[in-house]
């Protein structure tokens, strides 16, 4: 059974920076995606990583700001953060795809097969 753990998360002032982290046990090579839920919305999907890390996708939202990346041999998933605004304030969860191909990422919460309990993400003065 895939375990997946979040790390990272905090406060952080407007503009300001955080790097997550996805620590996977058990088979590492899904793909994996970030997702986030603020309080009373919905769960939302903000970047993917295909398993080769060949194909990678953000959300509008948080292009030019987020980069996601993965280590395999670690079996770690980064999301790196700048830029930070009040509106990326929400729990941030790391999920793993087991059905995409090696090459393929898609981001969706409807893809996702195993998820982590999340890390909390404030953006606050």
């Known amino acids: 059974q895939l375990q997946l753990v979040e790390s990272g998360g905090g406060l952080v002032q407007p503009g300001g920076s955080l790097r997550l982290s996805c620590a996977i046990s058990?088979?590492?090579?899904?793909?994996i995606g970030w997702f986030r839920q603020a309080p009373g919305k919905a769960r939302e999907g903000i970047s993917c990583?295909?398993?080769?890390?060949?194909?990678?996708n953000y959300a509008s939202s948080v292009r030019g700001r987020f980069a996601i990346s993965r280590d395999n041999a670690k079996k770690m998933v980064y999301l790196q953060m700048d830029s930070l605004k009040y509106e990326d304030t929400a729990v941030y969860f790391c999920?793993?795809?087991?059905?995409?191909?090696?090459?393929?990422?898609?981001?969706?919460?409807?893809?996702?097969?195993?998820w982590g309990n999340g890390t909390l993400v404030t953006v606050s003065s």
């Open positions: 999920a793993a795809d087991r059905h995409s191909l090696f090459n393929r990422c898609v981001l969706s919460v409807l893809n996702m097969d195993f």
């Open positions: 058990g088979f590492t090579y899904y793909a």
């Open positions: 990583i295909s398993t080769n890390s060949g194909q990678i």
